[in-house]
């Protein structure tokens, strides 16, 4: 359920409303954790212009488990749960609430079940719950629960692989392996296990070995193709896993699966390659339409085939592909929004801007929306449309530079210049944003400060790395002990 949509002062496209606008005030507070009881204030105000913010009464909750307030919290959660008798969330923020309470067991068993219901919020919480209570054994217990990571979604694979759920029998594998070597599936099982331990070395060499071993066996070629696409992503140079994607193609002619992930790993290939872009992104439409006379329905085909024709200056083309992968894939809403404005076609672009804004807002669709209006003669649509931005992310500089340029465009200087010393008054946390600050203060010719933030983004950087390092190392020698036999 979505914050609802009203319309902005032009009286014709969509925009948030005043008490959206409130909400989301609060909300940037909660998100900074800086005056609580200010931020309280504002989402009751919002509440009480518009009772269905759902949104509203959602941050409302994690605020008062943030603060501590556990009576007001557990009004809160019974008022939803009575308001949304059907909204499984409300066991997402109860679990919270345990788990802020010390009530480990209770909050386990509530987040566990919620998995069931709305994976990725409920792992969200569960995520909080790791990095906010660092120094607590529960917390990271239930994080690295293997029945907790089991769940997670898994994109479609072929026919001929089986993917597994349950706890890795290590003991198992060895004795087969130490009975018969040359076991393939049980190289793979192991070479599975350790990929999903970050041990990629060795995972690679028993992949490799799996190949050796059977080198027309699809599985082999299919697993070693996701494991050097992901390592690709993770920036490893030199991925293989289009030749790899390719056999197992070859191997299996009925599935499409492999063909579709071997078309989508061409066409990134052609983003790394400026040169012959056109060249490799003809060649992955090629691939992805046989993938398609293969499984006419299948989403992600069509949403790849949109990003290979938009790139290359089709947006028509692009468009047909996005229609018909927008009812399985949210993702390619933006992508098919952006097609729209490209096309110059605001009535449809606008109409798609209101779908989006029923997701978690995007600034850069509602800017992109805002110079599509504006060029079209509504500076004031343009303008409440990058307020907004302003509104939900205070602490990026680019959201305050955007509308002190459209200010400035529709003659108010003063207010403009407010909005740029508002931009400069940013203080954002976090790497991404902290780059933001570093471009935008270089943009405006202020050299020094734009070094110091770049200098705090790679401090920032180096930091996330060094905890991430850390956190791996961690759990490979839990695994280790867990998995040691008796």
């Not at 070995?209 to 690709?232: C, G, M, T, V």
Request: include cysteine; aromatic fraction near 8%; proline fraction near 6%.
């Amino acid at each position: 359920m979505a914050p609802n949509i009203k319309e902005t002062p032009s009286g014709k496209w969509p925009g948030y409303s005043q008490p959206e606008r409130i909400m989301y005030l609060g909300r940037a507070l909660v998100l900074s954790k800086k005056r609580p009881k200010t931020a309280e204030k504002l989402l009751l105000q919002s509440l009480e212009m518009n009772p269905d913010l759902l949104f509203a009464r959602q941050t409302l909750i994690l605020l008062c488990c943030q603060a501590k307030w556990f009576d007001k919290a557990e009004t809160l959660i019974e008022a939803y749960r009575q308001r949304y008798p059907d909204d499984p969330n409300a066991d997402i923020y109860q679990g919270w609430l345990f788990f802020v309470q010390k009530q480990y067991d209770q909050a386990v068993t509530l987040l566990r079940d919620s998995l069931r219901h709305d994976w990725g919020k409920a792992m969200a919480a569960l995520s909080d719950i790791h990095w906010q209570s660092k120094s607590n054994p529960r917390a990271r217990q239930i994080w690295e629960d293997p029945d907790i990571r089991s769940r997670m979604p898994r994109s479609p694979t072929p026919d001929y692989i089986t993917e597994t759920t349950g706890e890795y029998q290590e003991a198992a594998i060895e004795e087969r392996l130490k009975s018969n070597p040359d076991d393939v599936d049980a190289l793979l099982e192991k070479a599975e296990h350790n990929f999903g331990m970050n041990k990629w070395t060795m995972a690679e060499a028993l992949y490799l070995r799996a190949i050796e071993l059977a080198p027309e066996n699809p599985k082999a070629h299919y697993l070693y193709a996701r494991f050097d696409q992901n390592l690709s992503r993770l920036g490893r140079p030199g991925s293989n896993a289009f030749e790899h994607y390719m056999i197992a193609a070859r191997l299996c002619p009925a599935d499409p699966i492999a063909l579709q992930n071997a078309g989508q790993e061409k066409m990134m290939l052609a983003f790394g390659d400026y040169e012959n872009r056109p060249r490799l992104l003809a060649d992955a439409i090629q691939i992805l339409q046989n993938a398609l006379e293969l499984n006419p329905d299948y989403p992600p085909t069509h949403r790849d085939l949109g990003v290979c024709f938009s790139h290359l200056g089709l947006p028509e083309e692009a468009l047909a592909h996005y229609d018909r992968a927008i009812k399985e894939i949210p993702s390619a809403g933006f992508l098919r929004f952006s097609v729209l404005c490209t096309l110059r076609r605001t009535e449809d672009a606008m109409a798609a801007l209101v779908e989006e804004l029923k997701g978690y807002p995007r600034d850069q669709e509602r800017r992109m929306c805002a110079e599509l209006v504006e060029s079209s003669g509504d500076a004031q649509t343009a303008l409440a449309l990058l307020e907004d931005n302003c509104i939900i992310d205070p602490t990026d500089p680019y959201n305050h530079k955007h509308y002190a340029e459209c200010l400035e465009r529709t003659g108010r200087q003063r207010e403009a210049s407010a909005a740029i010393r508002r931009a400069f008054a940013c203080r954002p946390k976090g790497a991404p944003l902290q780059g933001a600050m570093a471009r935008f203060l270089k943009e405006m010719g202020h050299r020094e400060l734009a070094r110091e933030w770049a200098k705090k983004a790679k401090a920032s950087n180096v930091l996330a790395r060094r905890i991430r390092a850390k956190r791996d190392q961690a759990w490979n020698k839990r695994q280790q002990r867990r998995t040691q036999p008796a």
